[in-house]
C-alpha cells in the first residue's frame, strides 16, 4: 500500500469519526471522489497475498539451487511478507475489538 493510500484512508477515517460525533457533513468521504475503504483494504489484503506467494516463489528457487536468487534476497522477502501479515492480523484485531465494543454498548 502507498502512502497516497494511507493518506486517504487516514482522511477516510477523520471524516467519519467527525460524522460520528455529530460534526461536519453527512455526505461520506467516497462520494465526493475519496477512495472507497473496501477497494483499500482489498488492496492491501492483495499486496499481502502477492508478498506471501513472492516469498514462497524465492524460498522453492533458492532450494532448487537457482543461482540469480541469494540466501539474503531471500530471507528479506519472508521477513517483509511475515511483516506484512503480522500487521494485518492486528489490524484485524483491533477491527473486532472494536465491533465488539460497539456491539456491546448500551442504547
Known amino acids: 500500500m502507498n502512502v497516497s493510500n494511507v493518506d486517504s484512508l487516514l482522511a477516510q477515517m477523520r471524516a467519519a469519526m467527525t460524522a460520528a460525533q455529530g460534526g461536519g457533513t ?14 483499500v483494504l482489498k488492496s ?12 514462497l516463489d524465492m524460498q ?3 532450494a532448487m539451487g537457482d ?17 506484512q501479515f ?6 484485524r484485531n ?6 465488539n465494543d460497539i456491539m456491546n454498548m448500551q442504547v
Open 67 to 83: 543461482d540469480t536468487v541469494s540466501l539474503s534476497d531471500t530471507m528479506i522477502s519472508m521477513q517483509k511478507a511475515n511483516i
Open 44 to 55: 492491501s489484503l492483495d499486496g499481502v497475498a502477492q508478498a506471501q506467494h513472492q516469498a
Open 94 to 99: 483491533k477491527v473486532v475489538a472494536a465491533y
Open 86 to 91: 503480522q500487521t494485518t492480523l492486528q489490524v
Open 26 to 39: 453527512t455526505q461520506a468521504p467516497a462520494a465526493t471522489g475519496g477512495v472507497d475503504f473496501a477497494n
Open 60 to 62: 522453492k528457487a533458492f
